[in-house]
């Protein structure tokens, strides 16, 4: 079947710069499930942190599946992340560094699993974020201009 992503985390590209990327699979309820299948999810304010050797997201919204019962689950509860230990120690080790952050970067399906791809940024300063701006803007053109070119 393959991967479909469900929502991704353009803001976190524009804020930060994203070093290094991890697959984590999430403890989910069933109505959130559904409710992922259904593409009903927000990443955008989300953050990962960790806890106790274990790590979280937090502020990840998943709307209230609408054919659930009163069973449903909460939009925003703190979700557990599975990664493998050496994993987590790496993340843990990262995360010390100052300036250094957990994101959530993309959320998708592989397979039949629900999978969470999780960005270790370094946050942008403004001056970083206009540059960036500019580059796209030169590619852009750039690309215009080719695409003329050739016809």
């Known amino acids: 079947m393959g991967i479909k992503i469900i929502a991704s985390n353009k803001k976190a590209y524009h804020d930060y710069f994203i070093e290094?990327?991890?697959?984590?699979?999430l403890?989910?309820?069933?109505?959130?499930?559904?409710?992922?299948?259904?593409?009903?999810?927000?990443?955008?304010?989300?953050?990962?942190?960790i806890r106790n050797g274990e790590v979280f997201i937090d502020n990840m919204t998943i709307n209230i599946y609408e054919q659930g019962n009163r069973e449903n689950h909460e939009p925003t509860?703190?979700?557990?992340?599975?990664?493998?230990?050496?994993?987590?120690?790496?993340?843990?080790?990262?995360?010390?560094?100052k300036g250094l952050t957990l994101l959530p970067t993309k959320i998708y399906f592989k397979d039949s699993l629900v999978k969470l791809e999780i960005g270790v940024g370094r946050g942008k300063k403004l001056h970083d974020k206009r540059e960036t701006l500019k580059s796209k803007e030169a590619n852009r053109?750039?690309?215009?201009?080719?695409?003329?070119?050739?016809?």
């Not at 290094?20 to 699979?25: I, M, V």
């Not at 403890?27 to 942190?49: D, M, P, W, Y």
């Not at 053109?141 to 016809?151: G, P, V």
């Open 27 to 49: 403890v989910l309820q069933g109505t959130e499930v559904k409710s992922l299948r259904l593409g009903h999810v927000n990443i955008k304010e989300a953050f990962c942190r």
């Open 20 to 25: 290094e990327t991890y697959e984590a699979g």
């Open 77 to 97: 509860r703190r979700r557990k992340l599975l990664l493998h230990h050496i994993e987590i120690d790496k993340l843990i080790r990262l995360t010390e560094q």
């Open 141 to 151: 053109e750039m690309a215009r201009a080719i695409k003329s070119a050739t016809y």
